[in-house]
């Protein structure tokens, strides 16, 4: 076991797509995307729950879209001719998970926003931990996303703060739940899983602990 299919190993639970998805990753990661072809080279018939499992946990994200470049707009068709990119934020993670063996969420954060020259790179962490903390189902609106930059005095910044977490692979827009939005009174935000496996590694676990064929199992659960 290589030290970057170690880390995934702890972030998915010892799935058996673990072997094939690293190397997917590292590829992806090193050339900014990969195509299907090349997934389904490198991970012969589990190409397609790689790219689903990839998926689910906004590691590997289609390049082909409905509408907009929202995660949830994001249309997963397994198929030559379609591409798959990795968010700047996992490309971090990957990168160091390379070296380490470890999948280190605040050292990614710190690095990456260090890297986009963010001011208060040093807060980034502390910030995107509150974020998690207040979301509920990996989901965060607007409105406590400015109340938690405020707290850390970073509230003259605010639409500056949530551009570069959206930037950073860190969030996306949840355009398409109106109803939610209409309730929270602000837009809301989906929170990427893959960040935050050190506070909660069981939120959103897709693989129940054992290999299934995850096509089934999401139907089974309404996903």
Not at 1 to 19: G, W, Y
Not at 35 to 64: F, H, M, N, Q
Not at 116 to 136: D, N, T, V, Y
Not at 203 to 221: A, E, T
């Amino acid at each position: 076991m290589n030290k970057l299919e170690k880390a995934l190993s702890i972030l998915l639970r010892h799935t058996e797509l673990t072997s094939c998805l690293a190397p997917v990753l590292a590829q992806a990661s090193r050339e900014g995307n990969i195509s299907y072809t090349e997934v389904e080279k490198i991970a012969g018939d589990d190409a397609e729950d790689v790219l689903l499992l990839g998926d689910k946990w906004r590691l590997l994200l289609p390049v082909r879209t409905r509408k907009s470049a929202a995660w949830e707009d994001r249309l997963l068709l397994c198929k030559p001719g379609e591409s798959y990119e990795v968010p700047n934020i996992v490309r971090c993670l990957v990168e160091d998970a390379r070296t380490t063996g470890s999948w280190d969420p605040e050292h990614a954060i710190t690095k990456l926003f260090k890297e986009m020259g963010e001011p208060a790179w040093e807060k980034m962490s502390k910030l995107i931990g509150r974020l998690e903390e207040q979301g509920e189902d990996f989901r965060i609106s607007a409105v406590q996303i400015k109340k938690t930059c405020s707290e850390l005095g970073l509230g003259d910044r605010i639409d500056t703060l949530i551009a570069e977490l959206k930037g950073s692979g860190v969030m996306s827009p949840k355009l398409g739940s109106l109803a939610e939005v209409l309730g929270e009174g602000s837009p809301l935000y989906e929170l990427n899983p893959s960040v935050f496996m050190k506070r909660d590694g069981n939120k959103g676990n897709p693989n129940c602990g054992r290999r299934q064929s995850l096509r089934r199992f999401w139907q089974h659960v309404g996903v």
